[in-house]
T-cell receptor, first 113, second 112 residues
Framework: DTAVSQTPKYLVTQMGNDKSIKCEQN?????MYWYKQDSKKFLKIMFSYNNKELIINETVPNRFSPKSPDKAHLNLHINSLELGDSAVYFCASSHRGAQETQYFGPGTRLLVL | GQNIDQPTEMTATEGAIVQINCTYQTSGFNGLFWYQQHAGEAPTFLSYNVLDGLEEKGRFSSFLSRSKGYSYLLLKELQMKDSASYLCAVNLREDSWGKLQFGAGTQVVVTP
């Protein structure tokens, strides 16, 4: 009965490859997020969706493309991976908007070689 | 720019009290969150302040002063399991959706 789940947990890949990370929440929340946590542990918002609609799109390279097929899922596709993309990517959800508590998934550890 | 400052690391003894300060200078403010993150794990919610004052929740309390751009998280009766990073996060937007900006986190080390 995991609340927010992500797959895969670990991802090791070569530069230039394309990869996807999937996220699902079973909390019935309307809002979902992608965060990136770099090696210095800074957690930064990348994207936010509310009920399948994009509401936050931070200054993220357009190699990153989120997709929300329904309000329980928010996937992240990354094209042409670069060394600097190595980080932990967290998915999160909240009932409605960032003024509500966010529940985080376990994270996906991406290593680009 | 948006600035959220927290100390990098604090060390305290089991059973003691530790206060983690967070100061912020942001273009908008609609509440402040504290999250706990153990090494290799996801952040988990600890507390939320939107009005000035103290919120108490068991061993953890959080305080907010909006006029001073200041918050603190107080951890009492420290236990070894409290060794973690504590993240201060400000909701920058007052619209329906909001946006959280996180500080760099304070690593708390609890020693026996």
């Amino acid at each position: 009965d995991t609340a927010v789940s992500q797959t895969p947990k670990y991802l090791v890949t070569q530069m230039g490859n394309d990869k996807s990370i999937k996220c699902e929440q079973n909390l019935g929340h309307d809002t979902m997020y992608w965060y990136k946590q770099d090696s210095k542990k800074f957690l930064k918002i990348m994207f936010s969706y509310n009920n399948k609609e994009l509401i936050i799109n931070e200054t993220v390279p357009n190699r990153f493309s989120p997709k929300s097929p329904d309000k329980a899922h928010l996937n992240l596709h990354i094209n042409s991976l670069e060394l600097g993309d190595s980080a932990v990517y967290f998915c999160a959800s909240s009932h409605r908007g960032a003024q509500e508590t966010q529940y985080f998934g376990p994270g996906t550890r991406l290593l680009v070689l | 720019g948006q600035n959220i400052d927290q100390p990098t690391e604090m060390t305290a003894t089991e059973g003691a009290i530790v206060q983690i300060n967070c100061t912020y200078q942001t273009s908008g403010f609609n509440g402040l969150f504290w999250y706990q993150q153990h090494a290799g794990e996801a952040p988990t919610f600890l507390s939320y302040n939107v009005l000035d004052g103290l919120e108490e929740k068991g061993r953890f309390s959080s305080f907010l002063s909006r006029s001073k751009g200041y918050s603190y998280l107080l951890l009492k009766e420290l236990q070894m399991k409290d060794s973690a990073s504590y993240l201060c996060a400000v909701n920058l937007r007052e619209d329906s959706w909001g946006k959280l900006q996180f500080g760099a986190g304070t690593q708390v080390v609890v020693t026996p």
